[in-house]
Structure formats: C-alpha cells, structure tokens
C-alpha cells in the first residue's frame, strides 16, 4: 500500500460475517478501488442463524443481501463459501480459500486478526493463513494454478491488536466507511459498530501521527521454501 497508484494492487479479503470487512479494512478497500486496485471480499460463513425475532432464512438471507449492497456501493468483487458454523481447520475448509486465492491471485490477504473475541474470527484466520500457504505449493491441480501472495494483514474487529506493525491513513474515507455501515442495518441495530470501529480508527490515526483517521494492521510476509 505504499505505491502512489494502486492499480497493481489486489486485495482479498477473507470474513467470517458480513461487515467484518468493513471493520477491518473498509477505509484501505475504498482507497484501493479508488485509485485504480481491485477488491474482492470473501464471505466465508453462512450467516443464517436463529434468533429471537427472526428465522435462521430470514437472517441469512437479510445478511447475504446486504453483503451484496456494500460490495455493490464500493465496486467490489464477492464470493461466498457458506462454511458451516464454528468451521474446524481441514482441507474441507482450507481448498476452497486456496481457490479464491488462486483464482483472484491478490497482492495482499486481508482478514480479521487471529487474537480476535470472537471464535468464528480466530478460526477463519488460521484457515486462511493455511490457505495461503497452500496456495504457493505445486499441489492441488483442482484449485488451479499456484499463486504466491507477497503478504498477509491480520486487521481490527472486536479487539485492538496488541502489535500492530502497519497503519494507512484513512482520513479521507472515514465519512464513506461509516455510510457501509449503515448498509449493515440488521447489525447497526443491535451494536453501533460504526462508532466503534470508527472511535478505535480516531485513536491509531492520533496516536501514531496517521492523520485524523487510520487503520491497524500486523502484516506476515509468507517465505514459501
């Protein structure tokens, strides 16, 4: 993310939920697409689940369509693998993100950090860190050719990371990703994640002289062998 134009640059992204990403790199995916990068957010649980006030179909279905908006507003690629709850690390998991990553073959992963609160976070994140490993290997001819992605960024959800390493500045953005939120009414409703997310990207842009706005992240640079 230090190049002047971004028109190399291919961000992948990896959520367990809908609004994950959005949370995490929102400010750097509206920054990318806008100067010339691609986008494509990877929505890897299904996010039908029963609740008091709504049914298991109508939740996934309330959810997946506003996955869609969001991406639709920013001009970014989906794609959704509908793992089941609470996904365990096994090729199961594991290939169908070797897919998406050989198939989009992105310059930077991004995803929710791995010492995150919620559990379905952290089990994402070790999936995917598996993934892209697997993904450099000459192995599973299925999944298509081979791609080496440069690096991974584990991002900000439901907790600060305690060694963030990384910070783009995102004050230019910060009005646009607080209206993605809002396309999340069905969880806008329950928390205020924009404020949230928002109030924890004031204080890295202040605290690490990132501008009004910034967002974290840990950065891994994968060595193949």
């Keep these: ?32 697409l806008k100067e010339g990068g691609a986008v494509r957010m990877v929505l890897c649980v299904d996010p039908a689940e029963p609740r008091l006030d709504v049914s298991a179909e109508t939740e996934r279905a309330q959810r997946l369509n506003e996955f869609e908006n969001v991406a639709k507003q920013i001009g970014a690629e989906t794609s959704y693998l509908g793992l089941a709850h609470y996904p365990t690390l096994s090729y199961e998991t594991i290939l169908p993100c070797v897919k998406e990553l050989r198939e989009f073959k992105p310059s930077v992963v991004i995803l929710l950090q791995e010492g995150d609160y919620h559990t379905e976070h952290q089990m994402i994140a ?35 990371l305690t060694d963030p390493n990384h910070f783009v500045d995102i004050s230019d953005f910060a009005d646009e990703k607080r209206n993605l939120f809002l396309l999340y009414g069905s969880q806008q409703a329950r928390k205020n994640l924009a404020d949230a997310s928002l109030g924890l990207n004031a204080f890295r842009g202040i605290m690490y002289k990132k501008g009004k706005f910034a967002e974290g992240f840990k950065t891994t640079t994968f060595f193949y062998g």
């Design 1 to 32: 993310m230090n190049k002047n134009k971004n028109e190399e640059e291919r961000i992948l992204f990896f959520s367990a939920h809908p609004d994950d990403e959005i949370a995490g790199a929102g400010g750097v995916m509206l920054k990318t």
């Design 126 to 160: 070790r999936i995917v860190k598996r993934a892209v490993w697997h993904a450099g290997r000459s192995a599973f001819p299925e999944c298509g050719v081979p791609h080496r992605t440069p690096s991974l960024w584990e991002a900000e959800g439901d907790r600060p």
